[in-house]
């Protein structure tokens, strides 16, 4: 098992090398949490995500014999960018295997970094397969994303930075993916201040963890799809799932709304970009599955990374306004007849709501050969503004229905 001697060497070995990242207190989610929020920012690193702290450690450990062999990964993303980089940096000849699913960002990225990219299979399997293949064939060096010791060594140097940062803490949230990253960060933190709270967070559609915690071995479970693709890990690491009995308390749970959710009040209040598996732990805080706090709890909530798709972002931000109330659709029913447009959209003004779209649909109506149906997209205040905004309409005779 990795000890917090592991973790100081790593911190002396990769100190330069990687960000000191800050660890600022949230004003905003104090207040939505009923805890001091402390948001150690590793989206801050120049990939992007903690992982460089593993990967430089890792390299770093190489023999000038397996650095001339040079070394091979497979990732979809985060990963890949940490061993890349850090491969550039050392003169290592660096092959990351990636899924063909692979966002095109990510393995231009990676490219960018200075890796060769071999695209192999559909799932994170496939890839990893292929790469263990090329370690046979080719003699690569395999760096494992998390169940490496010098991978969660590293990991690790963020909590002693965190202590620093935050030395009366009193809980750590961070999110799980196959357990280096909490699992280096719980070692050391529980072998300098054992009374500190560690809380995991997983996703609900792939508890992997939890499955081997309670199993006492890893376990694989069924793949999904989650929208925290950065720890949809379908089986626990031999060497972090020993970590997690020892030092981590209590695991908890997330949903994909509850992430979504957590992305958008991060940007909104706290001004921060995170990822889904960056968002994770942020969400479990904001939902309340952290049990038992106070409002002079010292929480820290790791932001592991924020490596995530702009498309994905503006789907998250629409969805979410939505949600608020603050985007509607509404489907009226009127006259097919002059006018009758000019009507509605006059009556739209006067309650101050903005029109995004407008549809005017006679062909596929449903209703009588005389009435037409007109679509809109509104940009409004709130639910109370919505529901304003149907009275007035229907004030007007139109037959409003909400979509």
Same mark, same amino acid.
């Given at each position: ?75 979809? #993303?985060?990963?890949? *960018? ?8 050392? #003169? ?25 990219? %071999?695209?192999?299979g559909m799932s ?29 060594? =590293? ?22 993916? =196959? ?25 609900? *559609? ?16 069924? &793949? ?40 958008? @009040? ?9 990822? #889904? ?8 805080? %904001? ?8 409002? +002079?709890? +010292? ?21 979410g306004l939505v ?14 007849? &002059? =006018? ?19 549809? *005017? ?7 009588? %050969? ?8 509104l940009e409004t +205040? ?10 007035? @309409? =229907? ?9």
């Amino acid at each position: 098992m990795v000890t917090l001697q592991d973790v100081l060497a790593a911190r002396d070995r990769i100190r330069g090398l990687v960000a000191f990242t800050p660890c600022p207190l949230s004003e905003p989610f104090s207040e939505l949490c009923g805890a001091q929020i402390h948001f150690k920012l590793e989206n801050l690193q120049r990939t992007g995500s903690f992982k460089e702290r593993g990967a430089a450690n890792r390299l770093m450990l190489l023999s000038p014999e397996e650095r001339e062999r040079g070394i091979v990964a497979a990732s979809a #993303g985060n990963h890949a *960018h940490g061993v890349a980089v850090n491969a550039k940096r050392l #003169g290592i000849l660096a092959t990351i295997v990636m899924p063909e699913t692979t966002p095109l960002v990510k393995v231009m990225a990676t490219k960018g970094f200075g890796a060769k990219v %071999i695209l192999c299979g559909m799932s994170y399997d496939d890839a990893y397969a292929e790469a263990r293949r090329l370690e046979a064939e080719k003699g690569y060096v395999f760096i494992h994303a998390f169940d490496d010791d010098g991978v969660i060594a =590293g990991q690790g140097t963020a909590a002693l930075e965190i202590l620093e940062q935050v030395p009366d803490l009193d809980v750590l949230v961070a999110s799980i993916g =196959g357990g280096g990253w909490l699992g280096g960060m719980a070692l050391a933190i529980k072998a300098l201040k054992p009374n500190v709270r560690i809380v995991g967070v997983e996703s609900s *559609h792939l508890p992997k963890m939890r499955a081997a915690v309670d199993a006492g071995t890893p376990v694989t479970i069924a &793949p999904a799809t989650t929208l925290a693709d950065g720890i949809a890990v379908k089986r626990a690491g031999d060497r972090t799932l020993p970590l997690f009995q020892r030092f981590v308390d209590e695991i908890a749970e997330v949903d994909d709304e509850e992430v979504a959710n957590a992305i958008l @009040l991060l940007i909104e209040k706290e001004k921060t970009v995170a990822e #889904g598996a960056g968002a994770a732990a942020a969400a479990a805080l %904001i939902q309340g599955h952290v049990k038992g706090l106070t409002p +002079k709890t +010292k929480v820290v909530c790791c932001i592991s990374g924020g490596n995530i798709d702009v498309n994905v972002i503006a789907r998250i931000i629409e969805r979410g306004l939505v949600k608020e109330g603050r985007r509607v659709m509404l489907s009226l029913r009127v006259p097919d007849r &002059p =006018g009758m447009l000019a009507g509605v959209l006059a009556t739209v003004a006067a309650e101050r709501a903005n029109v995004l779209e407008v549809h *005017h649909n006679r062909t596929f109506f449903q209703g009588a %050969i005389g009435d037409t149906e007109i679509e809109l997209s509104l940009e409004t +205040k709130g639910p109370e503004h919505v529901e304003q905004l149907i009275t007035a @309409l =229907g004030g007007k005779g139109f037959q409003v229905v909400r979509r």
